[in-house]
């Protein structure tokens, strides 16, 4: 069946330090979102890409979404404790009726 | 607007007992989806469904039961509880698109321990 596959499952930096996620499907997609949970919390939807190649910037959180459309990328500049979570990707399964959730890239940051 | 409400947040229940977790929206969304995420994991989907007196089986739908009677309730029933079912539970909506899935706003969960 169709997968998301998301790498590293754990990233621990130092408060500073940039920080990439990456995010494959086994499928073309229409369409990939983000999601940020924070420990305890629930998962917030960050964005949604649809282009081929499409990036998008949220203030230090750069978004790529593959030419390809089955890959994507959250890096973040200069982490910051606020950014500690889990990041998850999420693509649309091909009902389109439910998304496919990535496992996730849990986020720790040394201060 | 209160967005996703989810009752109760917290549960504790024995081996056997039966209970029923109530999602709420306030958005007049099509969709909803009940999610389970364990310590550490990512979030694996147990029934959704695409309106209003309709339902789907997710991932992982044994042990679980679902009712869609308002559009803007969605229940999660488990019948007899087992420890394997411990767990957090979201639930979730999204409103239905044209071209695609939209996005998923959730809510807060429904902290869950059987004993």
Not at chain 2, 8 to 25: D, E, H, N
């Amino acid at each position: 069946g169709q997968q998301v596959m998301q790498i590293p499952q754990y990233q621990h930096v130092q408060e500073g330090e940039d920080f990439t996620t990456y995010c494959n499907s086994s499928t073309t997609l229409s369409n990939i979102q983000w999601y940020k949970q924070r420990p305890g919390g629930h998962p917030v939807f960050l964005i949604q890409l649809v282009k081929s190649g499409e990036v998008k910037k949220q203030k230090r959180l750069t978004f790529q979404f593959g030419e390809a459309k089955k890959n994507s990328s959250l890096h973040i500049t200069a982490t910051q404790t606020t950014d500690v979570g889990t990041y998850f990707c999420a693509g649309p399964d091909s009902s389109a009726s439910k998304i496919i959730f990535g496992s996730g890239t849990r986020l720790s940051i040394r201060p | 607007n209160a967005g996703v409400t989810q009752t109760p947040k917290f549960r504790v229940l024995k081996t056997g007992q039966s209970m029923t977790l109530l999602c709420a929206q306030d958005m007049n969304h099509e969709y909803m989806y009940w999610y389970r995420q364990d310590p550490g994991m990512g979030l694996r989907l147990i029934h959704y469904s695409v309106g209003e007196g309709t339902t789907a089986k997710g991932e992982v739908p044994d042990g679980y039961n679902v009712s869609r009677l308002k559009k803007q309730n969605f229940l999660l029933g488990l019948e007899s509880a087992a420890p394997s079912q411990t767990s957090v539970y979201f639930c979730a909506s999204s409103k239905r698109t044209s071209a695609s899935t939209d996005t998923q706003y959730f809510g807060p969960g429904t902290r869950l321990t059987v004993l």
